[in-house]
């Protein structure tokens, strides 16, 4: 039997792997070599993955016992997850962190970083969406620049006076992807009907999916809105070619650097007077895999990173995910206010082990709608038996 030196074992336990995914402002990677830097005894390995591929990856390296120690997680797919056994359960460690304290974590957060009453991934941090507009561009449709749209007939009424398609300019922007970035903006149309993804056969699911068939097929909103990314809505209306854009704050540094225009952002518009406000809940949690070599230090990031979370707003464009969080002198303190109180709203996906598979029977409900390859009700009805299915 081959024997292993206690040096080569040392080594070994001060190397962290830490998977970190694209985005506009990277957190976790910023957070990694931050880290490294107050650690030299720590090796610490970033690799960047691709957010479309982030679950594929992870399974594969579970599978093949050559994981990273940790990894970022969209938050509805923390369930999924922990579900297939592929991450630590982090409630022991918690018991003894001096770090993190989970009865400070937000209820919507901490549920999607939960399965079967053990947490098993850590909230970096909390997004939602809300409208933002251009003032100057209401201003000269003859708009008033503080009264932005609060329900559907007003933002397709605004939109519509905003367009200007012979220039390139359009009343809207937002993401109808067909992936989970097209699900996390459609819910919130779904649930102000008061239907929601466990009921996307009902009335109220439907009209969600005409809703923004109109706004595609009388091009108010902008044509690329089917293969756009939210991050590239954000750039339609930064360049202005879109007077309004549904997007989260994760977007405001682009936008305040970006805009040459008078800016605002508002909540998002409700079906009508008197329907209920929604929003999506976003943010990835960050999981230790159970394939890690070094768990304990891999925790140890967690709770640096947890540490950091005064940071979230000011510097990367997230709402914190606790209670006692305290944001020092918040940019954007409009935006911030506007921000908070739509997270009120905020509705978590899932949880659900089998979130991928009802995420895309809703994204690709929706795109068939909005191209013309079924009608609503006839896609709507066969996304809710498809949902059916993912939970039985």
């Known amino acids: 039997m081959m024997s292993v030196s206690p040096a080569a074992l040392a080594a070994d336990q001060q190397t962290l792997n830490v998977w970190t995914v694209d985005e506009p402002n990277p957190f976790t990677e910023k957070m990694a070599n931050e880290f490294a830097k107050q650690h030299p005894d720590v090796k610490v390995q970033i690799r960047r993955v691709g957010f479309a591929a982030l679950n594929d990856e992870a399974m594969r390296a579970v599978m093949s016992g050559n994981g990273p120690d940790v990894v970022p997680v969209d938050n509805p797919n923390t369930a999924m997850f922990a579900a297939r056994g592929a991450l630590i359960d982090l409630t022991p460690f918690l018991a ?36 933002y507009y251009n003032q100057d561009a209401f201003k000269a449709a003859g708009l008033d620049p503080n009264k932005p749209p609060q329900t559907w007939d007003e933002l397709y009424s605004d939109a519509k006076k905003l367009t200007d398609a012979s220039k390139g300019v359009y009343g809207l922007a937002f993401s109808a992807i067909g992936t989970e970035e097209g699900t996390f903006q459609f819910l919130p149309f779904i649930q102000t009907t008061g239907a929601d993804w466990t ?34 809505a954000a750039a339609t209306f930064i360049n ?67 540490s950091q979370r005064g940071r979230d707003w000011n510097e990367f464009g997230m709402l914190p995910p606790s209670k006692d969080t305290v944001t020092n002198d918040p940019k954007w303190p409009e935006a911030y206010k506007v921000f908070n109180e739509q997270m009120q709203y905020a509705r978590g996906r899932g949880p659900n082990p089998n979130w991928p598979q009802i995420s895309k029977a809703i994204y690709t409900a929706m795109q068939q709608v909005l191209t013309h390859q079924a009608d609503a009700p006839t896609a709507m009805k066969n996304a809710a038996a498809e949902v059916d299915k993912a939970t039985k």
Do not use: C
């Open 96 to 131: 003894k962190s001096k770090v993190i304290d989970a009865k400070q974590i937000f209820p919507g957060p901490l549920k999607n970083a939960t399965w079967n009453g053990k947490v098993y991934a850590i909230p970096r941090g909390a997004n939602t969406l809300a409208l």
């Open 199 to 232: 009921s996307l056969g009902s009335a109220g699911a439907i009209r969600a999916a005409q809703f923004w068939q109109k706004l595609l097929d009388d091009k108010v909103a902008s044509p690329d809105t089917l293969s756009h990314s939210q991050s590239e």
């Open 240 to 306: 202005g070619n879109a007077a309004m854009d549904i997007d989260g704050p994760w977007e405001l540094p682009a936008v305040s650097k970006g805009a040459k225009f008078k800016w605002a952002v508002a909540l998002l518009p409700v079906e009508k007077e008197g329907s209920p406000r929604a929003s999506a809940l976003g943010e990835q949690n960050h999981a230790i895999l159970k394939t890690s070599k070094n768990p304990e230090l891999a925790f140890e990031f967690l709770e640096y990173m947890y």
